[in-house]
T-cell receptor, first 115, second 118 residues
Framework: AQSVAQPEDQVNVAEGNPLTVKCTYSVSGNPYLFWYVQYPNRGLQFLLK??????LVKGSYGFEAEFNKSQTSFHLKKPSALVSDSALYFCAVSLAGGATNKLIFGTGTLLAVQP | DTEVTQTPKHLVMGMTNKKSLKCEQHMGHRAMYWYKQKAKKPPELMFV???????INESVPSRFSPECPNSSLLNLHLHALQPEDSALYLCASSAGTSGDPILRDTQYFGPGTRLTVL
């Protein structure tokens, strides 16, 4: 069965420090991997996606993620955190192909950036 | 433009009411989705429409009735809901099999409708 794990319910980081939000996955076949961010009382915003190729994916707002096939991980990173990055982050996976792709979400990680 | 719009933003309804949620996208996407999200939890898939046909129903109770009148519109009709149905209802769309393969499987979400059932 496909699954996504986000082992940390919350990550705290000081403004200006680097941040990492962890994600591991378990799927059969070739996954598409996504990161979404959700600000309070808002919908999910697409940050970045890995489908194939370069293991380092760059996305919106200075975020990037590193795909590691051997560790089945897709951690989200940013070199210098901003207070405005504080939000709920979801990792998700879908299987390639088809007109519709069911997204399997992780449980979410709340990122709190202190000034 | 990657915008999905949803109306209304907030909805309060009684258990005997009938109401509808509306979702619209003008990105030419051919797949549209309804999700239910409880506070601080991941979205739960409810329905998927592909090329205006219902392709996935995740065993959702019949008090939720989806409708896709055309490729740009998606409705969710609500009737006889329960208080536990109170949640944020999110609509999303994706390109389907058309368009840039880099983007086609990305789902773009609307801002949601906050539903409260009294």
């Amino acid at each position: 069965a496909q699954s996504v794990a986000q082992p940390e319910d919350q990550v705290n980081v000081a403004e200006g420090n680097p941040l990492t939000v962890k994600c591991t996955y378990s799927v059969s076949g070739n996954p598409y991997l996504f990161w979404y961010v959700q600000y309070p009382n808002r919908g999910l915003q697409f940050l970045l996606k890995y489908i194939t190729g370069d293991n380092l994916v760059k996305g919106s707002y200075g975020f990037e993620a590193e795909f590691n096939k051997s560790q089945t991980s897709f951690h989200l990173k940013k070199p210098s955190a901003l207070v405005s990055d504080s939000a709920l982050y979801f990792c998700a996976v879908s299987l390639a192909g088809g007109a519709t792709n069911k997204l399997i979400f992780g449980t979410g990680t709340l990122l709190a950036v202190q000034p | 433009d990657t915008e999905v719009t949803q109306t209304p933003k907030h909805l309060v309804m009684g258990m005997t009411n009938k109401k509808s949620l509306k979702c619209e996208q003008h990105m030419g996407h051919r797949a549209m989705y309804w999700y239910k999200q409880k506070a601080k939890k991941p979205p739960e898939l409810m329905f998927v429409y592909s090329y205006e046909k219902l392709s996935i129903n995740e065993s959702v109770p019949s008090r939720f009735s989806p409708e896709c009148p055309n490729s740009s519109l998606l409705n969710l009709h609500l009737h006889a809901l329960q208080p536990e149905d109170s949640a944020l209802y999110l609509c999303a769309s994706s390109a389907g099999t058309s368009g840039d393969p880099i983007l086609r499987d990305t789902q773009y979400f609307g801002p949601g409708t906050r539903l409260t059932v009294l």
